[in-house]
């Protein structure tokens, strides 16, 4: 703390991102990453890359990465918005359309970034409850709010939405800004974007950091109408012109391209997912049933805490978050199909001890 930090700082909870331990012994199943390395042609473009671009500044809409997703997703490239990481483009969206008049809703139990852009803003919201089962009911959201935000497919529940379902929501309330960050959503939800077409009042937010394994070259998008984009654009220049280096927008371009390696790995990861699930269910686990790439889980006769630091011990890092109803709950990343074998060998010796 120093005495030149204003009241706003002072008051900051920041987000606690999952660690990223310095050596490299543990099963890393905490962050949500992608356990396969991003596509061979992510590799060749980097490889290809000419050095000598670096000492100019990149483009600074990202061009080269909206020409792909535009095609990728058959949108047009001014519906596209790219940023250093969805959490930037996140922070730009909530920057962009909401402030202390536009109050906003999002579930009790979500991303835990959402409460932080809002204090950082001064952005009123509403926590709505869950279902008992996790679920998420969007009929439950106050008249109130002027923007809607959840996860779909949630985390860390790993619960998702129908598509219909979002779409009866934008339908209902026309005014209400509904953002649907589809951080997971490959890996088995049901995307909004076919929907930016036809309705004013929708973004839809994605990440390469999970699906396209490139979480460390900080790589995220939304997608939504031109005139939505347009605000997002406006604040992003009000920040920084280029918050995605060159680099970064050929290796984008390139997993976009990419369709059937894309495919290959996310199968895969789903494949492992439904495995794990069934020997963690086999061994008296509760698991709900996840559409994305962690298993939402609760281990029979033991506290989320000690779960958490009994795996640490055996060296497999998960999550846990400590607050209720979902304190006793570990987020677990699927990895390949030999550690996540390996981690169901040690959960059973953890839940015998
Ligand atoms: C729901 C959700 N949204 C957004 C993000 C941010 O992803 P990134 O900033 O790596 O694109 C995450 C990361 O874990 C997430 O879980």
């Known amino acids: 703390m120093s005495r030149f930090w204003n009241s706003n700082t002072r008051n900051l909870k920041p987000y606690v991102a999952g660690e990223q331990p310095k050596d490299k012994s543990f099963i890393?199943?905490?962050?949500?990453?992608?356990?396969?390395?991003?596509?061979?042609?992510?590799?060749?473009?980097?490889?290809?890359?000419?050095?000598?671009?670096l000492r100019l500044y990149p483009n600074t809409e990202g061009l080269v990465v909206k020409k792909a997703v535009a095609r990728f997703f058959g949108i047009s490239e001014d519906e596209i918005f790219v940023g250093n990481g969805s959490d930037e483009v996140l922070a730009f969206?909530?920057?962009?359309f909401f402030d202390k008049t536009t109050p906003i809703a999002f579930p009790d139990i979500t991303y835990s970034f959402y409460p932080v852009y809002s204090a950082l803003y001064e952005?009123?919201?509403?926590?709505?409850?869950?279902?008992?089962?996790?679920?998420?009911?969007?009929?439950?959201?106050?008249?109130?709010?002027?923007?809607?935000?959840?996860?779909?497919?949630?985390?860390?529940?790993?619960?998702?939405?129908?598509?219909?379902?979002?779409?009866?929501?934008?339908?209902?309330?026309?005014?209400t800004l509904v953002v649907v960050d589809e951080a997971y959503v490959d890996f088995g939800g049901e995307s909004?974007?076919?929907?930016?077409?036809?309705?004013?009042?929708?973004?839809?937010?994605?990440?390469?950091?999970?699906?396209?394994?490139?979480?460390?070259?900080?790589?995220?998008?939304?997608?939504?109408?031109?005139?939505?984009?347009e605000g997002l654009?406006?604040?992003?220049?009000?920040?920084?012109s280029?918050?995605?280096?060159?680099?970064?927008?050929?290796?984008?371009?390139?997993?976009?391209?990419?369709?059937?390696?894309?495919?290959?790995?996310?199968?895969?990861?789903?494949?492992?997912?439904?495995?794990?699930k069934a020997a963690l269910r086999a061994l008296g686990a509760q698991v709900t049933d996840s559409l994305t790439n962690f298993l939402f889980v609760r281990l029979p006769g033991i506290s989320g805490a000690e779960a958490l630091a009994k795996l640490r011990q055996q060296g497999v890092l998960v999550r846990n978050f400590q607050s209720p109803p979902i304190n006793d709950w570990l987020r677990i990343t699927i990895g390949t199909e030999m550690d996540m074998k390996k981690v169901v060998e040690i959960v059973s010796k953890v839940i015998a001890q």
Not at 28 to 53: H, W
Not at 93 to 96: D, P, S
Not at 259 to 276: G, P, Q
């Open 93 to 96: 969206l909530f920057k962009a």
């Open 28 to 53: 890393k199943l905490n962050t949500n990453e992608n356990p396969y390395p991003p596509s061979p042609m992510v590799m060749e473009r980097i490889k290809g890359f000419n050095l000598d671009d």
């Open 233 to 240: 654009i406006r604040v992003k220049d009000s920040f920084n």
């Open 242 to 276: 280029y918050p995605l280096d060159a680099l970064a927008q050929v290796a984008a371009a390139a997993a976009f391209e990419d369709t059937a390696y894309f495919d290959e790995t996310r199968e895969r990861i789903i494949k492992t997912r439904e495995s794990t």
């Open 192 to 229: 909004c974007v076919p929907l930016i077409e036809r309705y004013d009042n929708l973004i839809v937010v994605q990440t390469l950091s999970k699906s396209r394994s490139l979480a460390g070259m900080r790589i995220g998008l939304a997608m939504g109408q031109k005139a939505l984009m």
């Open 123 to 175: 952005i009123p919201y509403t926590k709505v409850p869950v279902n008992e089962d996790f679920t998420i009911d969007l009929d439950k959201y106050p008249q109130e709010a002027k923007a809607i935000i959840f996860a779909n497919p949630n985390a860390p529940t790993g619960l998702g939405i129908p598509r219909d379902t979002i779409e009866g929501l934008l339908k209902a309330r026309p005014d």
